[in-house]
């Protein structure tokens, strides 16, 4: 039952804007275009009103955990204007640049780290369709794009003319190349349990109760969830593994010498990259855009035409403005995990002292990799020995449906590429991307709507 | 010490690398105002540390042989400004040692209340600025609540905040306001349990563990050879408190008054009993870890931890000695009282040290010389035995735990 609520997802904001707002199924590449646009700007949104919101949550929850008020002035009850108040002091400050400073790669560092954590931001889904640019190996990009921010940090540390700066920069750059591999390792096992390195995939793969949550998938990837934690604050340098930066020590690491502007792009490409990361756990590991009790799916079962159930996905059997809503949840559902794990983040930082460099060092190659290390193992065991698990949904199943899949669509469609399983479901979007003709497809129930692709058995 | 780098070069992978020396401070946020460390660096490795001094000097011994002993009690609070009430006590009694003045008995427990108070506020300081050496600001501002409660106490006393001349020679510039034993109790009341919620925060804390144990590791012998007093000599494991071993006019103000001089009992290797029945019996104190040893960080920072209860135990004997004593508050002498010709030398228990103050007189009411003798001074000077071949971020972490106030050592 479950199983065929599973759609592969195909769909992405660029998709959607064309086909809900400008009515094109098959827009042209200038309509392709503004569409893609549209999605960029209201991706850059999510980074920056989510910066916008995090710093003035993390100065109120800070508050609160430190018995003050955090601000209370600006914008009303809450201060909740405090980050735009911020940000104007920030912009009228003079943009400073020390003399004995790289100027050009000091200049563009910030931007480096900003566009980095920006840019992982594509393929983060936050619901089924709800994704900037559909990635297959989104699992991939996103750490990959990540891994990216370190070389802003780097470059800041190097260029700034400053020691201080480059002890901060020489430790980032140990820290995070450290913590990658306990990282990638943790990242590693949801994906082979769900047997795709699609995000929207492995998200729509833990539909329904919680229990399906990957984390409660097998012990081992409930702990590879605690590590992938400790690992990603720590590659997204927060307290207590915030050594880059460390004010004690450090005066204020890779950003000594920055002010104003440049400095506030930091804190941007930070707080972007603690909500990705708690975004990237939240889909990985605690059932992505699903909420911990199946509204969305008895939505749908209530609004689902009995004649078309049958016949396909659950989400292909209702009208779109449920599967509009249904993905309203979803988006909400993500970013309150989301929101959670970076709640956690700063209680986190805001309790615990700062480790020393060689203490987060241990800490990465004592613990984090040899647990992971075991994890892994453990969890494919659990998957190949097909061991009690929490988890209903049988993802064996589904695997043979692609494996199915995959040959109907070698010998259906010639001259098609038919590089990943599910990436047969994509060839809509992926071809309309590339410019080229659509094959013309029977008529799916997907094309009404325009939100789940996939098509019948 | 030289700081000049003329070592040879040294080539590793065909690199040629090189020490680096690097300024820590004086605007450093964890130099605790204006220290400056002149650091020798190898990567994260320090290999050399030495302090400089003089970045808040500001002629408080010459300004003092230029002014009545009243007339510098002011002088005084910029010492230790985060123990101003001490500073104001030893200053008090050296004069009074010179012009061989007795006080009434109420004066002496009023000063032990207020000084035990300022002890009290200090370690709180001292306490939350060494949690943000090492990178959690939270302790701060919890021991920075309790002690802005103290500092409600002490300004309805004697209407200062910081600065506060009260204790002065002869006594105190006033008596405690009505209602101020019964506020001060309940203060006391609701900080009791506030001193396990600072264990829980950073003495137990795993992170605070690894971070302070076993590192800057000063022995008896050294702390002594050093001249380090206060908190930093005790935590070595040496049992020496002023006000049991210091000299009679100090001690007899606490004549009468249980309270334990903090240190580690070599042959059990525990701290002596906190007496926690006074505190209700949920209470407990954290173990010692396994990984802290005599001398290191932790028992440094244990100690102070500790003397904030035993700081707790006097101030409540003394409220209610001040409550049943006889006599006034103490009338400070005159501001242009003249002093015998003379000198005299007193050292008192200050929160961080044996603070002395050394005063010669010709007859005058000014007198001819004054000397502070600084507690933090001696105690910052062991620093650059302690840091030699840590790592860089041990040295905010040793420095702190010496607790050092510029103030008092540039005076």
Avoid at chain 1, 20 to 46: E, K, Q, R, S, T
Avoid at chain 2, 73 to 98: C, F, H, I, Q, S
Avoid at chain 2, 246 to 271: A, C, H, L, N, S
Wanted: charged share 20%; aromatic share 12%; net charge negative.
């Amino acid at each position: 039952m479950i199983g065929s609520l599973v759609s592969t997802g195909a769909s992405t904001v660029t998709e959607f804007i064309s086909q809900n707002i400008f009515g094109l199924d098959d827009p042209n590449w200038f309509m392709y275009l503004l569409c893609g646009v549209i999605a960029a700007v209201l991706v850059l949104h999510v980074i920056a009103v989510g910066a916008l919101f995090f710093i003035w949550a993390e100065r109120k929850i800070a508050g609160r955990i430190q018995d003050r008020l955090g601000p209370t002035r600006v914008g009303g009850k809450f201060g909740w204007l405090q980050t735009l108040a911020d940000g104007v002091k920030l912009i009228a400050k003079e943009d400073f640049i020390p003399r004995d400073a790289d100027a050009p790669l000091f200049k563009i560092a910030p931007y480096i780290a900003f566009a980095a954590s920006f840019a992982a931001f594509l393929a983060l889904p936050f619901a089924d369709g709800a994704v900037a640019h559909h990635v297959n190996t989104a699992v991939f990009f996103v750490l990959a794009v990540l891994g990216l921010e370190v070389f802003g940090v780097i470059l800041a540390g190097y260029a700034s003319g400053s020691k201080w700066s480059l002890f901060g920069a020489m430790r980032e750059a140990a820290q995070v190349v450290s913590y990658e591999v306990p990282l990638g390792m943790c990242v590693v096992i949801p994906v082979f349990v769900a047997g795709t390195m699609n995000l929207t995939t492995i998200g729509e793969m833990q539909a329904g109760w919680f229990n399906n949550w990957l984390v409660f998938h097998d012990p081992f990837t409930f702990i590879a969830a605690i590590v992938y934690f400790t690992c990603a604050t720590a590659s997204v340098n927060r307290a207590p593994f915030d050594l880059a930066e460390a004010e004690s020590e450090l005066v204020a690491g890779f950003h000594t010498e920055y002010s104003g502007l440049r400095w506030s792009f930091f804190f941007m490409a930070e707080y972007g990259s603690m909500f990705l990361v708690s975004a990237l756990a939240s889909i990985l590991f605690f059932g992505g855009w699903h909420p911990p009790i199946p509204i969305d799916i008895w939505i749908l079962e209530a609004f689902a035409d009995p004649d078309l159930v049958a016949a396909g996905p659950l989400k292909d059997a209702v009208p779109s403005l449920v599967t509009f809503l249904v993905m309203l949840i979803g988006i909400a559902t993500l970013v309150a995990k989301s929101v959670i794990g970076v709640v956690v983040m700063m209680w986190v930082r805001w309790t615990f002292p700062r480790l020393r460099i060689d203490q987060v060092m241990a800490t990465c190659l004592k613990y984090c990799v040899p647990i992971a290390a075991v994890c892994f193992v453990g969890s494919m065991t659990w998957e190949t020995l097909d061991l009690p698990s929490m988890n209903t949904i049988n993802r064996y199943e589904i695997h043979e449906d692609w494996s199915e899949d995959l040959a109907v669509s070698t010998v259906g469609e010639d001259g098609v590429d038919p590089e990943w399983p599910e990436d047969e479901n994509d060839d809509e979007s992926s071809e309309v991307m590339d410019g080229e003709e659509a094959p013309i497809e029977e008529d799916s129930v997907a094309v009404q709507n325009g939100l789940s692709l996939q098509e019948g058995e | 010490m030289s700081t000049k780098v003329d070592d040879p070069r040294v080539i590793e992978f065909d690199v040629r690398t090189d020490e680096m020396l690097i300024n820590m401070g004086p605007q450093h946020p964890s130099t605790h105002g204006v220290l400056r460390l002149i650091l020798r660096t190898d990567g994260e490795i320090v290999s050399e540390v030495e302090p400089h001094l003089g970045y808040l000097h500001r002629c408080a011994e010459k300004i003092g042989e230029n002014l009545t002993p009243r007339q510098w009690v002011p002088y005084t609070d910029r010492m230790d400004y985060l123990a101003g009430m001490n500073m104001n006590l030893g200053w008090a009694l050296v004069v009074e040692k010179l012009l061989e003045h007795d006080l009434p008995e109420k004066a002496r427990h009023l000063r032990v209340i207020i000084s035990e108070m300022g002890r009290i506020a200090s370690h709180l300081v001292g306490m939350g600025a060494y949690g943000l050496d090492l990178g959690t600001f939270s302790p701060f501002l919890y021991a920075f609540r309790e002690r802005e409660k103290i500092l409600d106490l002490f300004e309805k006393a004697c209407g200062a905040r910081l600065t506060y001349s009260y204790l002065t020679p002869g006594g105190a510039t006033g008596d405690l306001p009505p209602g101020w034993v019964d506020e001060c109790r309940d203060f006391l009341a609701q900080f009791k349990p506030c001193i396990p919620e600072f264990h829980e925060l950073l003495t137990n804390n795993q992170i605070f563990i690894g971070r302070t144990a076993g590192i800057g590791v000063m022995s008896a012998a050294t702390a002594i050879n050093y001249g380090c007093t206060g908190p930093v000599l005790r935590g070595s494991g040496v049992p020496y408190d002023l006000r049991f071993n210091g000299e009679e006019r100090y001690t007899e103000m606490y004549e009468g008054y249980q309270f334990d001089v903090i240190v580690q009992d070599p042959e059990t290797g525990k701290y002596p009993d906190p007496h926690l029945e006074e505190f209700g019996d949920d209470l407990d104190y954290p173990e010692i870890p396994k990984e802290a040893i005599l001398g290191d960080c932790w028992h440094r920072f244990y100690v102070r931890m500790l003397e904030v209860v035993q700081a707790i135990r006097l101030v409540e004997q003394a409220l209610d000695k001040y409550e049943s004593a006889s006599g006034d508050w103490g009338q400070p002498i005159k501001l242009t009282q003249k002093l015998p010709k003379g000198e005299a030398y007193l050292e008192t228990e200050a929160p961080r040290g044996q603070m002395g103050f050394y005063l010669v007189s010709t007859g005058d009411s000014i007198p001819w010389r004054v000397r502070a003798r600084s507690s933090c001074f001696c105690n910052l000077s062991v620093t650059s035995e302690l840091c030699r071949g840590t790592l860089l971020a041990d040295v905010p972490a040793i420095v702190g735990s010496l607790d050092v106030v510029m103030g008092e050592i540039d005076r």
